[in-house]
């Protein structure tokens, strides 16, 4: 039988990436768009 459910560990890091998008990447949408580049404050962030 196939297991279709995430496990505990990977829900927790589906809702801390999901986090961090909501708080560090959505609000600099725009500016990443507009400047067709990623600011290296946020790269750091995500390293």
Known sequence: ????????EQKMLRDMARDFVNTEVKPL?????EEERIP???????A
């Not at 949408?29 to 768009?33: G, M, S, T, Y």
């Not at 290296?40 to 995500?46: S, T, V």
């Open 1 to 8: 039988m196939f297991q279709f459910e995430f496990t505990d």
């Open 40 to 46: 290296p404050e946020l790269m750091r962030k995500i």
């Open 29 to 33: 949408a725009h500016q990443i768009d």
